[in-house]
Nanobody, 125 residues
Framework: QVQLVESGGGLVQAGGSLELSCAASGRTLSNYAMGWFRQAPGKEREFVAA????????YYADSVKGRFTISRDNAKNTVYLQMNSLKPEDTAVYYC??????????????????WGQGTQVTVSS
């Protein structure tokens, strides 16, 4: 079982930046993919970005492409989501999650098996 703890959320003005962190523990993640998702009030959880733990290959939702960057630090067992040029519509609870294979970077929440508790990101206009 993998334990995930997100941090770094907060309140920021539109156009600002935040960096989220997701610290993983419990097992080696070398063959895993890591994903970031978000869920706004009254909306379904949606895919944001994913990364292969072994190769660093990444994939982004169109809504964040060019503004967000996902990365990982193998030594710290931590995945990051750097968010720039934030917009009010980016407001949501952000979650990180694991998928036990990095052959393909999945985008549907049900394809991920371990989830963190989430961190709130609020972007004011």
């Amino acid at each position: 079982q993998v334990q995930l703890v997100e941090s770094g959320g907060g309140l920021v003005q539109a156009g600002g930046s935040l960096e989220l962190s997701c610290a993983a523990s419990g097992r080696t993640l070398s063959n895993y993919a890591m994903g970031w998702f978000r869920q706004a009030p009254g909306k379904e959880r949606e895919f944001v970005a994913a990364i292969s733990w072994s190769t660093g290959r990444t994939y982004y939702a169109d809504s964040v492409k060019g503004r967000f960057t996902i990365s990982r630090d193998n030594a710290k067992n931590t995945v990051y989501l750097q968010m720039n040029s934030l917009k009010p519509e980016d407001t949501a609870v952000y979650y990180c999650a694991t998928h036990p294979s990095s052959t393909y970077l999945y985008t549907r929440p049900y394809e991920y098996d371990n989830w963190g508790q989430g961190t709130q990101v609020t972007v004011s206009s």
